[in-house]
């Protein structure tokens, strides 16, 4: 069975006249995939990651994430977005605990035992190369640093399915493509299913085994490529 499914979604804002978001959109990504959907600004890249995570519900059609139809936010997936958003009167270590706290099968776990979640962060840290900067709060970190923590945080509950939408769009080219390799040893360290959502073919190529093109407003799905790229047949 896939992980995620999609199939045959219009998504409309703001009522019956309102932006056609996507339509007839459809997609499957399997477990252990680590897919790329490319496609022009306004395409509809962010609201198809807001439909697999059920921060919305489509008007028409059907989101299956897991075996489940999608009805409210999904707590197996992890998401990370362009901007960080950590809270400023906690530390990088307390805002990584986050999700922990909300997701409840893990809220009595985690009071029963916070050292050994405390240990975990410590190793989250160390793979995005935070090492030592848990007790740091937001504010005293870079950009780029902030963007390691919000991955982070985004893997403490150890999601089935890590969402990420444009998350290194506000960085420099240089750290970027330092955090690409974080992502990718991630993947291949963890297993971990990531959907990315990006307008950088670049960034997809590098990263993805599967690249999904979106067409222009309303968005779909154009076309599935394999990567490494077959070569074209003349
Ligand atoms: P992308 O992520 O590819 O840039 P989006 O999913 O953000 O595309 O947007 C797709 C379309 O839906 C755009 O035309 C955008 O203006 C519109 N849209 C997105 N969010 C909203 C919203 N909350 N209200 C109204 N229109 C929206
Ligand atoms: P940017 O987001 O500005 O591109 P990076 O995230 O690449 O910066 O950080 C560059 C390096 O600068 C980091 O790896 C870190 O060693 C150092 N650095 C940045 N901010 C701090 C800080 N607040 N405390 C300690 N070192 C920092």
Redesign the pocket.
């Known amino acids: 069975a896939h992980l995620v499914s999609i199939d045959d979604v219009d998504m409309r804002y703001g009522g019956a006249e309102g932006t056609l978001a996507v339509s007839g959109l459809a997609m499957r990504v399997d477990k252990g995939d680590f897919a790329a959907v490319v496609g022009p600004s306004g395409c509809g890249k962010s609201t198809l990651m807001k439909l697999v995570t059920g921060l919305h519900i489509p008007q028409v059609g059907t989101v299956i994430v897991a075996g489940q139809h999608v009805t409210q936010p999904v707590s197996i997936v992890g998401m990370a977005f362009q901007n960080p958003t950590m809270l400023p009167w906690r530390t990088t270590l307390e805002n990584i605990l986050l999700p922990l706290e909300i997701v409840e099968r893990h809220r009595h776990r985690l009071r029963a035992n916070r050292r050994e979640y405390i240990e975990k962060v410590e190793h989250l840290l160390e793979l995005v ?1 935070l090492k030592g900067f848990g007790a ?1 709060f937001p504010w ?6 902030q963007q ?1 923590a919000n991955l982070c945080r985004a893997l403490i509950h150890e999601p089935e399915l890590l969402m990420l939408d444009e998350p290194f769009g506000a ?2 080219a240089f ?1 970027r493509e ?1 955090l690409w390799c974080v992502i990718r040893d991630l993947h291949a360290a963890q297993g971990v299913t990531i959907v990315l959502v990006t307008h950088d073919l670049r960034e997809a190529a590098f990263l993805a085994d599967k690249i999904f093109v979106m067409s222009a407003r309303p968005g779909r799905i154009l076309k599935e490529h394999r990567v490494p790229f077959e070569r074209p047949r003349d």
Request: hydrophobic share 25%; glycine share 24%.
């Open positions: 190369g740091k005293q970190l870079s950009g780029g640093m390691r960085l420099d750290t330092e």
